[in-house]
């Protein structure tokens, strides 16, 4: 019956050796008695390795401030004479040639001021004349010690504007009278424009001078409005001036674009009068430069006009002042007054008389 008793359904890796599974669970009975939950068996489970202990890092102490503060090598390195280190002696000696420099220009400018205010005089200096010369300068000017430091270069402008001028009047006195020579045609405008040139060399030099630069020197000297009207109404004028230069119409005086032309499309009397007209040119060209820098002058300096703050009435006021002041003027006024007031006088004795005698 061992046949009946062993279980067909049996693994027979679960029983390799032949053994009924009644024999292997403990079990005898048949198979009414067989539980075929009695023979299994749980599988093993899987059992992991503890995790590492954790390692603990010890935080770091504070170190003593006096330790921190206290240097690994408290001896200081050798010096060594290195490019960088090495001291550039004639620079620092070209500094101060300049500092000096400058201190001697500050220290005569302060001479200068000071000799001024206690003397009260000023030796004129312009035109610069030698000293054997009997003339003697009619003018003073000095930028550096009268016009302030952010006048002084276009109160220059306008000083070197007029020195071009009245060289611009030598060469138009000298080319006409190259045009003097070489009129042919027998017309009298040549005469005539070289008679002119001398007049405008002799008259305009001197009078630019008092009625044109003055007035601007003047008004950046001293913000005086009365000179800043006394330029603007004489720059007007020069414009104009300045532009009859330029275009140079015959028997002006003046040698400019319309003459050159004129000389230029000369075919007739030979290679001279073409030559002198490419020479008119540059008057030409010279008095476009005066006419830009004459434009230049009036649109700065009305800038600095508005700037002052000066005004029409303050020239009005400047104007009476300075009759007053002048001593001429009060010579004449008095001379007038003394002469009315004997006028008066002799009429009042003449009246009297006349009444006495009736």
Known sequence: MADLDSNPFADPEENPFGESAGHAGGQTGGLDDYNPFAAKTTPPTATLPPPPPAQTVAAPQPADTAARLQPSNPDP???QSVAAQQVDTSELQRRQEELERK?????????KLRDRTVNGAKDNNFPPLPACCPVKPCFYQDFELDIPPEFQRVAKIAYYTWIVRSLWLVLNFFFNIGAFALNVSGSNDAGTSFGLS????????PSSF???YR???KALRSDSSINYFWFFIVTAVQIL????MFLGPAATGYLGMLSAIGYLNDQDHGQDRRNMGGVMLILMFGSAALLILDLYLLITIHKYYRGTGASFQQAQSEFTSGMLK???VRAAGAQIASDAAAGAMAGAASSASGGNRY
Not at 198 to 205: A, H, V
Not at 241 to 244: E, H, K, P, Q, S
């Open 77 to 79: 390195p050798p010096y």
């Open 103 to 111: 201190a001697a220009e500050l220290q005569e400018k302060e001479q």
């Open 198 to 205: 001398i007049l405008w060399l002799i008259l305009w030099p």
């Open 210 to 212: 008092v009625c044109w």
């Open 215 to 217: 007035p601007a020197y």
């Open 241 to 244: 001036v300045d532009i009859l």
């Open 326 to 328: 002048n001593e001429n």
